[in-house]
Every structure is written in structure tokens, then in C-alpha cells.
């Protein structure tokens, strides 16, 4: 799969030979939201493609004051895929934001952020290509209800998977009882695996929007699967993390359910992460590759995740970005939280996979999960390693145990770093340590990301009571 255009000219052919209707621009927030504006293709001329299109700043949620709001998407054309789910032929075409004020590429905007980065890697000497591959993981649920008020607060969702439905008594055609149970939902087939059919779509319905997909399986949890696709470009695999999302929820919309990326929706069983392969190239070689080291890893590839574990608390407040993530960076749900690396060990923050030669060797962290906004939890895990590279860090390790055995008190002795516990925690640490993203993210940007961050989750999340909180305390 890829490309489906290449150039302005293509991209006209091709919308005639499909006959498209309207053309649909999207554009990331600093949330990872994806928000639209169409015109109709009559409307769209080429200069407008190359000048950009004007939509207005403020009203993106800690975007743009109302008395500067005037901003430009700036259409990259290439990026072009017809959308499935239109009634009507609707292409889809990625954008950067640009700030007319400052004549720049807007400070705001994600993938406008992650450009940057690839820039300052390349004008560091450290390489000319980087490559990243995301695994997300999604839940699907029958339905999902939701309620938060002064006197009440509370969500339900439900699966025909889900063990709590075992005694359930259906109308229409009977409990059948073929259930995964709590962690028990890795590769079994049907009929205890009831979503097939439903990834079968999903995946196909992704290679039509230019995804390579490979393959898809059931995850651990009751009603979680997973998809794989292929690695890609920083942006390339940033853009297909947005595509992906949205064929997931779409599809799933379409048959009547509902699907979500929220890292821990079910106390008990394990929860969704984004694992998020990388590697770093110059001259068509892979600088993360030496072999006979351990795992074939080489000083750069080590240096790299020394700099990511080295600003493990900044770097989080990006890759694990709401109070829901560190719900599931807890021990026992094979959720890594120990700052460590080890060849082919799931319970390390980052496994180095199994591969044959230059061409796989890799480095995974594991704990970023898929509420982050793609193009900053990518830039970030970049620039961390950049640092890391530029300082030689060395990471703790590595470490070939089960570390989910290890009690706290053992992590402890044996000095062994953590993740942060909670996105508070994180942030704090992000107001403290953030000189290694000054080469990309200006301080407004990162003052204005926490300060985001604080209001819009850890606040209201610690000024409110919880179900659990009146289990254990009301009778007190």
C-alpha cells in the first residue's frame, strides 16, 4: 500500500477518475483529535493547495486568542486517501497549520511539532531517517454509558465477552457461555473470539485508505483486540496512527458498537497500550544495529533509550497524557512501568524484539499508550533519545528476569527507575525537565501543554469522588 497521489496534478487526475465530491482537510490538535472542514472540489483550486486554507484559530481548544485567530491550513497532498464512510466520494487530505503571524509553521501544531524534530535530527549529524512502528490496542463494547455530576458519577460499558455476562439472560438467542474470561482472550478462536468478522473489516477497510496491514489477533483482555500495520516514516506512522483510529471506531460504529483507545476501561483485566517500535538511519544503515552486542544493539541504540528513561517523567506527561494512563502502568497486567531493557522480555519498558540482522533490530518502549497525540509522543520520545545520544546515557540494564515478580522494596535496592505513578507526577516532572524539547517546542508551547494538562485532567480528576472512595469511606 501508500501513496495515492504524489503532486497536485495527480492529485486532480485522481479525484476525477474517482469521482469526488468533496474534499475533506484535516488537522491535528495537541489532544491527537483530528478536526475537518470540507469544500466542496469544485471549490478547491490548485492555488489554494499551495497557499494554504484559512479557518479560525480560536476556537481549537489553547489554540489562538479570538484577536489573532486567523490561521492557515497548509494542505500536504500527498497524504490524500478516499474516505470509506462517506454517502458521497469524499478525499481525505492531511494538513500542517501554519501562523501567519510569525510567518512559520504553527508552535501548536503536533505534526508541525514532529517536522521540526526530523530537522533537528538531521541538522545534529545523528541521522537522516527515523523509523517508527505503533501498536495500538482498542476495546470494543456493546455500549458504553457515562454519567458525571454534583451528586453522581459513574460509567457502564458491556460486551458479550465480558465474564460478568455469564448468567446474563438474552431475549433474542440464548447465552451461548463461550467467554475468554479476565486475561484470558489471547488467540483464542471462535466462537469465545466474537470479534473476527469485525477486525476482518476493519483490516481490510484499512489497506483501502493505504495502511499495510499484517495482522490482527484478539488481545489478553475480554473484548480487546489488536490490528498490526506496517512501520513507517516519524510522520508517515504519525498520519497512520490517525487513519488507524478512525477505521476502528468507525467500523465499529457502522455494526451497531463502539470502540475506544482508553488505556484501562476495565478494573481487573489489562488494559491498551500504544508500543511504539523505533530505529535511527544514516546512509541507509541502522545506527541502532552492532553485531555481537547484546540483543545486536549498538552504543547509539543504548544512548538513545538512556536519554528516554533519563527524562522518563517529561516524556511521559506526552506518551501517557490523561489520569486513565497510569490506571494502567500497574503491576500484574503486563503493563511495564520498570525503566529497564532486556531481548524479548515482556515485562521491561522496553523489549528489544527478535529479529534476524540489521534490518529488524529495534528498540520497543511499551508503556506509551494511544491517548497521546501521535506526532508529540513521537517527537518527544525522539528528542529524548537525541539527548541521550548527544550525552551518552546509559540505560539501567539490561535485565533478562521476570520484573513483574520483583516486590517494590526490591526495585528499590537494586536502584532500578520507574515511570511515573500518576500524570500529575509527570508534569511535574515536565516543569522541571524540559531543556532537551527547547531545540523543537518553544517554553510557551510547553507551559501551555501542562498548564492543559492540569486543568483539563489532573484537577477535576482529584476534586471528585469516586464509586471506590464511597465503598471504602461512607460508613466511616
Known amino acids: 500500500m501508500g501513496k495515492f497521489v504524489s503532486n497536485v496534478d495527480e492529485f486532480y487526475k485522481y479525484c476525477e477518475e474517482k469521482e469526488v465530491e468533496f474534499v475533506d482537510f484535516r488537522f491535528t490538535d495537541i489532544k491527537g483529535a483530528w478536526h475537518h472542514i470540507s469544500y466542496r472540489m469544485s471549490a478547491v483550486e490548485a492555488s489554494m493547495l ?10 481549537i481548544e489553547n489554540w489562538q486568542p479570538i484577536d489573532k485567530s486567523d490561521m492557515l491550513l497548509k494542505p500536504d497532498v500527498p497524504t490524500a486517501f478516499l474516505d470509506p464512510f462517506t454517502a458521497d466520494s469524499t478525499i481525505i487530505v492531511i494538513c ?14 503536533p505534526r508541525s511539532i514532529a517536522k521540526k524534530t526530523l530537522k533537528y535530527m538531521e541538522s545534529e549529524g545523528i541521522g537522516d ?27 457502564r460499558v458491556d460486551s458479550e465477552e465480558g465474564e460478568w455476562n455469564y448468567s446474563t439472560a438474552y431475549d433474542e438467542v440464548g447465552n451461548m457461555g463461550h467467554r475468554p474470561g479476565t486475561k484470558g482472550g489471547y488467540f483464542p478462536v471462535m466462537p469465545t473470539d466474537t470479534m473476527v468478522d469485525l477486525r476482518a473489516e476493519m483490516m481490510l477497510i484499512m489497506e483501502e485508505v493505504g495502511l499495510t496491514v499484517m495482522l490482527g489477533h484478539h488481545e489478553v483482555a475480554q473484548a480487546q483486540g489488536e490490528i498490526g500495520i506496517k512501520f513507517g516514516d516519524m510522520i508517515e506512522a504519525a498520519d497512520n496512527v490517525q487513519k488507524y483510529k478512525y477505521v476502528v471506531k468507525m467500523v465499529a460504529h457502522l455494526n451497531g458498537k463502539s470502540a475506544t483507545f482508553m488505556p484501562k476501561p476495565l478494573y ?8 511504539v517500535h523505533q530505529s535511527i538511519w544514516r546512509d541507509g544503515k541502522n545506527l541502532f544495529y552492532k553485531e555481537g552486542e547484546y540483543a545486536n544493539l549498538s552504543e547509539t541504540a543504548l544512548n538513545y533509550l538512556g536519554g528516554v528513561f533519563n527524562h522518563s517523567a517529561a516524556v511521559s506527561a506526552f506518551t501517557n497524557p490523561s ?3 497510569y490506571k494502567r502502568l500497574v503491576p500484574g497486567f503486563e503493563a511495564p ?31 506509551p499508550d494511544s491517548t497521546s497525540c501521535p506526532y508529540l509522543c513521537f517527537a518527544v520520545l525522539m528528542l529524548a533519545g537525541i539527548d541521550g545520544i548527544k550525552n551518552k546515557a546509559v540505560p539501567v540494564g539490561p535485565m533478562d528476569i521476570d520484573l513483574f515478580e520483583l516486590t517494590l ?8 527507575p520507574q515511570m511515573p505513578r500518576t500524570l500529575r507526577e509527570a508534569l511535574e516532572g515536565l516543569r522541571g525537565d524540559f531543556d532537551f524539547l527547547r531545540p523543537v517546542m518553544s517554553d510557551e508551547f510547553i507551559t501551555t501543554y501542562r498548564q492543559y494538562m492540569f486543568a483539563a485532567q489532573v484537577h477535576p480528576d482529584e476534586a471528585r469522588p469516586t464509586g471506590f472512595e464511597f465503598f471504602t469511606t461512607y460508613s466511616c
Open 268 to 275: 481487573g483485566d489489562n488494559g491498551n497500550g500504544m508500543h
Open 96 to 109: 500542517d497549520v501554519y501562523d501567519i503571524y510569525k510567518k512559520e509553521l504553527y508552535e501548536r501544531c
Open 337 to 367: 512501568s520498570i525503566l529497564t531493557y532486556s531481548s524479548q522480555n515482556r515485562s521491561a519498558a522496553c523489549r528489544i524484539p527478535y529479529g534476524a540482522g540489521e534490518m529488524a533490530t529495534r528498540i520497543e518502549t511499551r508503556f
Open 323 to 325: 489520569t486513565n494512563s
Open 129 to 155: 531517517e527515523a523509523f517508527f512502528g505503533p501498536e495500538n490496542e482498542f476495546f470494543i463494547f456493546e455500549s458504553v454509558q457515562i454519567w458525571n455530576g454534583i451528586n453522581e458519577a459513574g460509567y
Open 50 to 59: 499551495e497557499a494554504g486554507l484559512p479557518f479560525d484559530g480560536s476556537s
Open 409 to 416: 522494596d526490591e526495585i528499590k535496592e537494586q536502584n532500578i
